[in-house]
């Protein structure tokens, strides 16, 4: 046999993800790997351990991940994990360095490969492998369906002999990867639904799926929507045409989705106190940007909130999470699709090519350092710091507008799939 990997379970008690499939497991063992799973590791998302032994792997324990070559994972290694494993090894997961350089730094410590999958290119060759599109695609879905778990009226019109139920109005702010699917998912469960984002070539997309596009659409929209697809800088009027254009929008809504996220940096605050307690009572707002500081000004990481007007904030962590066994199979096969790249198949051994644009990419440390360029020269300046004293921190910069949240990958709009990735 070829080298060996290993497929932890997840040590962190809130994560069911795991980082195989039966799929996936079957394919790297018919490439000449031996495969080991921790026992229990696919328990969350409704993977028994019986699946991935009939697909030619095995179950382990946490203490074998010091005989493997790779490992895949779903979160960052914590410091205990990493003390067990081999240096040399290609480690690939959601790394989330951004704001976490002493975690980086142990890696690198610990003289592995880390790999962070988010960090993947948006090109054509590495749509499969894109971790960032197939999980906002089901957080985009799962919020819906959490806003209407709890919304406590019927989503969709209904006519009956008692009398009319009105449809819901849905707000979708951002039209991502994961703002697609939740303006999908939305007009499929019967809701009216408008959406809007900072890039006014985002309209076409909009419409593609039935919904309606909310802008001021002025001379100064249409000039920007000829500008490549993507936002210019917007005057100050613009910025605050559109400002009370939204504001006054958001009163009427029964549900608000935001979904704006800028790697590396805070979430942009998208909606206002001032914006929640113009809702009416019963309103749900759903903040997909609770992790990284929100979008909406009351929300809580991990939690629903109910203010003092009735409207509801719901905060969940990890929302792809809250749908693992469709949500790790996505994810297991994102990282297949990038693992194969680097497998060297007459060896049965993954070979790190620096010089492979897709490695440079998402390389984060290798041979004891920190090599990722966003990394590497924090640490290196945290290294020329006097040794008597702490260098003072670095003030984040405040970003000069809120940027568009990730956009899908550029190619023809068309509805998110039912199944399958982004």
């Avoid at 914006?275 to 809580?300: C, F, H, Q, T, Y």
Wanted: glycine share 8%; aromatic share 4%.
């Amino acid at each position: 046999m070829g080298q060996t990997i290993f497929v932890p379970k997840e040590v962190d008690a809130t994560e069911a993800r795991v980082a195989a499939s039966p799929d996936t497991v079957k394919r790297l063992s018919g490439l000449g790997f031996s495969v080991v799973v921790e026992k229990d590791a696919g328990a969350g998302s409704r993977i028994p351990d019986a699946d991935f032994v009939a697909a030619g792997g095995s179950i382990g324990k946490s203490s074998d991940a010091g005989k493997a070559d790779v490992v895949l994972k779903v979160r960052r290694p914590t410091e205990a994990e990493l003390k067990s494993y081999k240096s040399g090894a290609v480690v690939l997961a959601s790394m989330d360095p951004y704001g976490n350089d002493a975690a980086v730094a142990a890696m690198a410590k610990a003289g592995i490969s880390a790999f962070a999958m988010e960090f993947m290119p948006r090109i054509t060759r590495a749509q499969s492998m894109d971790v960032l599109s197939s999980q906002a695609n089901l957080a985009g879905y799962q919020a819906v369906i959490d806003a209407a778990a709890e919304y406590d009226r019927a989503l969709p019109m209904m006519m009956t002999a008692a009398g009319t139920v009105p449809a819901a109005k849905i707000f979708v702010m951002g039209v991502g990867v994961a703002g697609l699917q939740a303006i999908a998912t939305a007009r499929r469960l019967g809701g009216v639904v408008t959406a809007t984002d900072v890039r006014p070539a985002a309209k076409e997309q909009v419409a593609s799926l039935g919904a309606k596009f909310l802008a001021v659409e002025d001379d100064e929209f249409k000039a920007a929507e000829t500008a490549g697809g993507y936002a210019k800088e917007m005057s100050k009027e613009y910025q605050a045409k559109q400002a009370a254009l939204t504001a006054d929008h958001i009163a009427k809504q029964d549900i608000v989705i935001t979904t704006a996220l800028i790697p590396g940096r805070p979430a942009p605050k998208l909606i206002s106190a001032a914006m929640v307690a113009s809702m009416k009572p019963g309103s749900v707002i759903v903040d997909l940007a609770v992790e990284r500081g929100g979008n909406v000004e009351g929300s809580v990481p991990g939690k629903v909130v109910t203010t003092a007007n009735g409207v509801k904030i719901i905060g969940h962590l990890n929302v792809p999470g809250r749908v693992a066994a469709s949500s790790s199979l996505l994810y297991a096969k994102n990282l297949f699709a990038f693992l194969e790249t680097m497998i060297d198949k007459e060896k049965k051994a993954v070979v790190v090519n620096p010089d492979d644009e897709l490695v440079k990419a998402t390389l984060l440390t290798h041979g004891g350092k920190v090599v990722h360029s966003n990394f590497a020269k924090a640490e290196a300046a945290g290294a020329e710091a006097p040794a008597t004293a702490a260098a003072p921190a670095k003030k984040a910069a405040a970003p000069k507008k809120a940027a568009a949240p990730r956009k899908a990958p550029a190619r023809k709009p068309a509805a998110p799939k039912t199944k399958g990735g982004a």
